[in-house]
């Protein structure tokens, strides 16, 4: 007892904490709903026998061509082994129930596996007709053989017999877990104490089981519906929201406002408002139906299989034809009987709407969910209101005045004194004079004593539209870009033309003129256009008006515009920004676009809420305190991946095959209201940078997608801005081809890497080749020079001597001649050794750390406060001359700049000789170098560093000069061992 205590409050608080969608409206006509249908030539089978709603949102259809599933947009037809389907249900888990035609059953769960319920033992139930699951889990069928239950593997027989055998079966679990049956003779309960099922009511009781929304059973025989008595229980619990659409059935249902709505009455679809209501008097369907489609052109056959309300309050009707969903329009027709033209629309002080035809001068009195009643005392052409709020209708000779009840007529004025009938074609009252237009008289006002004509007035001389001001005050347009503003004869204009041709103006806190451009509104002497992201539904906007939530609704070329009044604000605050709006077009009831034939306001604001448009297909109206959303979130499903050469379906991880590069993901989220206003978003991780939008488009596609996993995400909105709960994903892995593996790309780096090495070396040996021929060259012609002056200065100067030294031998010893010749000899001896040591020299050079030490001797002693050390490392070699001639004068300037520019307490030389290449380091501790000084130094034409570099590249060597203020002077020189080091040839 506790235990089924526990189980009714645990659905009483279920029941409470669901919200779920609103039925249909029984004020509106069955005629005025928005009825979509499907046929074959739409992909759904013509003989639809059963459906069922799962919670994931799918509508499911049961067919002899096997099972179908729905998600708004397109019908697809589910694999299964065997096809013709007798019956479906939606289990409260996810799961869907199968029963085919000639026997078993099977179930399909939410990840698409399928489960048979294989008969483990005697009897099996056969062909089942209907399905219902209890609370522990048992599963409860109705066939010809009987009533059966599936516990543990095995079907159990509750009951059977000859009563069985019949098309006309039924199974319900109600909302206290209680098991009810019926079939054409009698309703039984299973009684759980007992163990059995038990028969309820008299024989009367046969039929359809159904529940109405407060819980109560009834049987349903299609001619009639019948109460079921039921055990009184302690607690009250309303039916389970899911009843209606977990699966259709054959005669009828009580949707959940309590309306029933029924099949075969005697054909098509019938409804009985609050029929639910009603106490314990069985109801007679065909003979208190107060609303029916009964004729072919009102549903795809009259002959009708099944019936189900969907979670979102959509009706659907399976017919031998095809199928047929009922929703709301936001949008009501106003029928007004015959064709209707050219219309205006007033309100009297009573808060009536009036409506004139034009070309009949037909006059209507309007009420919400009431026909339009026509007033036969009356006629007229144009109906208005004055500042007072009185009813103006014009007629041919006058216009009647009719303000709290009470009538008053203002005559007409009669061209050149002669009554005739005229056109009229407006009224407007502002507040100090009453305007009208007439083809006959043209404009003129009334003063409350006589009709004054236009050229009274100082008014420009186009007029296109007029708005009221203040008192005295008109708006005009002049359909030529310009508006005026009339105040007591008084023109001031304004430049309109970003509106392009105007269409419509709107006084109010803010003036607002439309036109075939959009909207502008007024922001001192200026008019802005604001800046919507698609201005096709803002485009001729002929009425607008504010609901008492400070919401704008305009009427436009799409339609119903609505833009809120925080949006509103934020646009008027930024106008180049988007204004943020939403569209009640054609799929919502409006019938064509915003009329434009009279130049009149087009919307009527009754001031509660409800609103009329004019269309170019009629009149229209809204009650916005009534606006119901859709408040089912969409669930978003992932359907499959398709390549350019196959498709896979979605799974929580899909591999695709290498070399996949181009590749679509389709998804859908079932909406069964309003399916086309469903809004998709996607993210590719790895791919996209930010969520893209989809709009109503259910593929992603992409290209030239490398190899690598990913992570696919996407989410939606219905129609009303609900948001999907979870965020489906799921995992893509493209694998790489052998080009695109990681070894392969590895082997071609270090491919490239070789390649780049080997054209390095090359490079380097040519570089290297180039500069040691320049080197070689330098170093032929030296040794060139050098023999030319061996072989002829040297020779020459030699031969000389040796003559000069034949005359001192015949001069007698002792003499002043002879001594002076002597001498002369001396020195050309010394001439000749220092013409040997520079031949030398040309030849071979002077060590370079002997060049250095001089140099840096010398300029030590000029400098005495500068100390200066050379040290060398490793075993001296020989250099060759023209490469040690560049270094040393490198070196050279080094030590100039240091001993000179530094302010160095020390310079030191360091040589190191390495079998690779040679070093050489000029060091000092002086101030450093600043990088303003040295491009004021180049600016002054010092190239001393410039030339250094120069010296450099041209030996070969790499020099490289470190400094930082106060941190001293580091220059470095490295010359490869193939240039510097001297060959023993």
């Not at 007709?129 to 409860?140: C, I, Q």
């Not at 000779?397 to 009538?407: K, N």
């Not at 009554?419 to 009334?446: E, F, N, Y």
């Amino acid at each position: 007892m506790r235990s089924n205590r526990w189980k009714l409050t645990a659905g009483l608080v279920a029941l409470l904490l669901c919200h779920a969608a609103q039925a249909l409206n029984p004020a509106i006509r069955l005629e005025d709903l928005n009825r979509a249908s499907w046929s074959e030539k739409d992909g759904v089978p013509s003989d639809i026998r059963c459906m069922a709603q799962t919670r994931d949102g799918w509508l499911w259809l049961g067919t002899s061509d096997g099972l179908y599933r729905f998600d708004g947009v397109s019908f697809e037809r589910y694999p299964l082994k065997r096809s013709r389907i007798f019956s479906l249900r939606a289990s409260d888990n996810g799961d869907l129930l199968i029963s085919y035609e000639l026997e078993g059953v099977q179930v399909l769960h939410p990840d698409g596996r399928l489960t048979d319920l294989v008969a483990a033992g005697a009897p099996t139930p056969g062909p089942v007709a209907s399905m219902a699951t209890d609370r522990e889990g048992t599963l409860w069928t109705a066939s010809v053989r009987g009533l059966h239950r599936y516990v543990n593997g095995q079907w159990q027989t509750m009951a059977s017999g000859i009563d069985w055998a019949t098309q006309e079966l039924s199974l319900l679990v109600d909302q206290y877990d209680r098991v009810w049956a019926a079939n054409r003779e009698a309703v039984y309960l299973y009684d759980r104490s007992q163990d059995k099922v038990v028969r309820v009511g008299g024989d009367a009781l046969h039929g359809n089981l159904i529940q109405s929304p407060d819980g109560r059973i009834w049987v349903n025989s299609g001619a009639r519906v019948m109460p079921v008595p039921a055990p009184p229980l302690g607690v009250h619990l309303p039916r389970q929201p899911e009843f209606n659409s977990a699966e259709s059935r054959t005669h009828g249902q009580f949707d959940r406002d309590g309306n029933l709505w029924a099949l075969h009455c005697p054909h098509g679809l019938c409804r009985l408002a609050r029929a639910g209501d009603l106490a314990t008097a069985p109801i007679d369907v065909a003979h208190q139906a107060d609303d029916r489609l009964d004729q072919p052109w009102q549903l795809t056959a009259l002959t009708t299989n099944s019936l189900l309300e969907d979670r979102e309050g959509n009706l659907w009707v399976a017919t031998q034809n095809g199928l047929d969903r009922f929703r709301e329009n936001k949008l009501v027709p106003v029928r007004i009987p015959g064709p209707a033209g050219s219309l205006s629309t007033a309100s009297d002080t009573e808060g009536r709407l009036w409506a004139a035809e034009w070309l009949t001068r037909t006059v209507w009195r309007i009420a919400p969910g009431a026909a339009p009643v026509r007033d036969p005392h009356r006629s007229a052409l144009v109906v208005a209101n004055d500042r007072d709020g009185a009813l103006l209708l014009a007629g041919p000779r006058a216009i009647e005045r009719l303000y709290h009840g009470q009538s008053s007529r203002i005559p007409l004025p009669a061209p050149e004194g002669k009554p005739v009938d005229l056109t009229v074609l407006g009224l407007l009252d502002d507040g100090k004079r009453l305007w009208m237009a007439s083809i006959q008289t043209g404009l003129m006002a009334w003063d409350g004593a006589a009709w004054l004509p236009r050229a009274r007035f100082t008014l420009p001389p186009r007029i296109a539209m007029s708005a009221p001001g203040g008192v005295g005050q008109l708006w005009l347009s002049h359909n030529d870009g310009g508006l005026s503003f009339y105040d007591n004869d008084q023109l001031t204009r304004y430049d309109i033309s970003m509106v392009g041709q105007e269409s419509g103006i709107f006084p109010g806190p803010q003036l607002v003129v439309a036109g075939e451009r959009g909207i502008a509104v007024q922001r001192g002497k200026q008019f802005v256009l604001l800046a919507p992201a698609d201005a096709a539904p803002l485009r001729n906007v002929t009425g607008m008006t504010v609901t008492p939530d400070g919401d704008r609704w305009l009427n436009g070329a799409k339609g119903v515009v609505r833009i809120r009044s925080a949006d509103w604000e934020a646009s008027l605050r930024q106008p180049q920004l988007p204004l943020v709006y939403t569209v009640i077009d054609a799929q919502e009831g409006y019938p064509g676009r915003a009329a434009m034939e009279n130049r009149l306001p087009t919307i009527y604001n009754a001031g509660n809420g409800r609103l009329w448009f004019r269309a170019t297909g009629g009149l229209v109206t809204l009650d916005t305190a009534q606006l119901r959303p859709n408040p089912v979130k969409p669930v978003v499903q992932l359907l499959r991946v398709a390549t350019d050469d196959r498709s896979y379906p979605a799974a929580a991880r899909v591999p695709l095959p290498a070399g996949t590069r181009n590749f679509n993901i389709q998804f859908t989220a079932p909406g069964l209201r309003k399916p086309e206003g469903m809004r998709f978003q996607y993210f590719l991780k790895g791919v996209d940078q930010h969520w893209q939008d989809s709009g109503s488009r259910r593929a992603a596609f992409y290209t030239n997608i490398g190899p690598g996993r990913y992570t696919f995400s996407v989410r939606a909105v219905n129609e009303d801005d609900m948001a999907s709960e979870t965020v489906a994903a799921l995992q893509l892995e493209i694998a790489p081809t052998v080009m695109q593996t990681w070894w392969f790309q590895l082997l071609c780096v270090l491919l490239a890497a070789l390649l780049l090495a080997g054209w390095y070396q090359y490079r380097l040996k040519k570089a290297t080749a180039a500069i040691a021929g320049r080197l070689q060259a330098r170093m032929e012609e030296r040794t060139r020079i050098a023999r030319t002056l061996h072989d002829t200065f040297l020779q020459s100067v030699q031969t000389l001597v040796l003559r000069v030294y034949a005359v001192l031998t015949r001069l007698p010893e002792g003499s002043e001649p002879r001594a002076r010749l002597e001498a002369i000899l001396d020195d050309a001896d010394r001439a000749i050794e220092e013409g040997r040591d520079q031949v030398l020299l040309l030849r071979s050079g002077l060590d370079i750390a002997q060049q250095l030490n001089q140099t840096g001797v010398a300029l030590a002693a000029l400098h005495s406060d500068t100390q200066f050390e050379l040290a060398t490392q490793g075993a001296a070699r020989p250099l060759s001359p023209p490469v040690q001639d560049e270094l040393a004068a490198i070196a050279q300037e080094a030590l100039r700049n240091a001993f000179q520019h530094a302010r160095a307490s020390k310079v030191t030389v360091r040589i190191e000789y390495h079998d690779d290449a040679l070093v050489l380091r000029v060091a000092d501790n002086g101030r450093g170098l600043d990088q303003d000084e040295v491009r004021k130094r180049l600016q002054e034409r010092h190239f001393g560093m410039v030339g250094m570099r120069e010296r450099a590249r041209y030996a070969g060597a790499a020099i490289d000069i470190s400094s930082a203020p106060g941190q001293g002077t580091v220059i470095s020189l490295k010359a490869g061992a193939g240039l510097c080091y001297a060959t023993d040839e």
